[in-house]
């Protein structure tokens, strides 16, 4: 990557807020995971360190990110990670392959009626004749 393409990613990672961070635990495979999701999704990201509780520097976790996803480091300031990894539609739809089509979840739904109170009255109204008595007789004062 080129100074300028880094310059570039910089400029739009400054509005940008961190949504991935690392505590005391570091970095685990599940967190590679989610990270590596994040980059599918978005290809620019913020991760934060926490300092006082972080194993490691936020270099090294950095290094240790990239080398691991096929990242790009683009800064690295205080507490602050900035990763890009462009997106790969072959990536994508393999791993959409492995966790399976998504069918499993798409079951049909009961589709609920919200009924107002006129209405359950005339319902009510239509099973007994009667019930029409049981109406509260309107008082406009």
Do not use: C
């Not at 590679?32 to 620019?44: G, Y």
């Not at 683009?74 to 069918?103: C, H, N, P, T, W």
């Not at 589709?111 to 005339?122: E, L, N, S, T």
């Amino acid at each position: 990557m080129t100074s300028k393409e880094r310059a570039f990613w910089r400029a739009k990672a400054n509005g940008l807020e961190p949504i991935i961070q690392i505590g005391k635990d570091g970095i685990s495979d599940n967190l590679i995971a989610q990270i590596d999701d994040t980059l599918d999704a978005r290809e620019l990201i913020k991760i934060r360190v926490h300092l006082e509780t972080a194993p490691e520097a936020p270099k090294e976790f950095a290094q240790k990110i990239a080398e691991a996803l096929g990242a790009d480091v683009i800064q690295v300031i205080g507490g602050v990670i900035v990763l890009y990894r462009e997106a790969d539609e072959d990536r994508i739809a393999e791993k959409k392959k492995k966790r399976g089509s998504g069918k499993a979840k798409a079951t049909a739904k009961k589709k609920v009626k919200i009924k107002g109170k006129r209405q359950r009255q005339r319902e009510k109204e239509e099973k007994n004749p009667y019930a029409k008595y049981d109406r509260p007789k309107y008082r406009g004062r």
